[in-house]
């Protein structure tokens, strides 16, 4: 089976092809608000190296969110067609699934602006409880709360956060099947609870 993976949710452009688990070629670079510009460039460029074409997917993982709302819809939406034009499945992780992995314990915090942060604390790739949008003093109580490994924005918090391998978490971590593509939307979250927390 191959699998084409692609996240433009936050800060990053990671795209993988593989066949089966294994990964046969990927990308995974910062290119904050650079994601349309660049995608199918690279998209384009890891086919050749590959030797597939679009039709040789048989199926493609997004992430859904959180993340910038311009950056999350690129990704989305080059899936959606595809998916629907081609007849392949679709499948979604969030996010802070792809930055925590199948570490046993972290705290997933990414930077939501004006002094807040998405936070989740993952175990082995499942959300515990779900990500939340919080001031940063509050950040650290939850962090507190929930021991374990910090990953992705840690210097919000004057902390060094330990890397993660998108290319590898990408596969690893559990994916939830996309039945009705036309359905599927951004998770925002700040939409619904941010403005609680000004």
Known sequence: MISLCMDSAYKNL???LYED?????????EAFKQQSETIFVELNQLLAQTHLDY???DRVIITDGP???TGIRIAMTIAKVLCTQMHKELYCISTMQLYAGMEPSANVILDARSHRAYIAH???GIIHPETQVLPLDEVKTFIDQHPGTLMGDAYLLDQEGKPSDFLA???QVPARKIENIHALVP??????NAYKNK
Do not use: P
């Open 14 to 16: 990671v795209l993988g």
């Open 21 to 29: 688990d294994r990964l046969l070629a990927g990308i995974a670079k």
């Open 55 to 57: 039709a040789d997917i």
């Open 67 to 69: 993340g910038s709302y």
């Open 122 to 124: 993952v175990e082995n």
């Open 169 to 171: 978490n990408f596969m």
């Open 187 to 192: 998770q925002y979250l700040k939409s619904s």
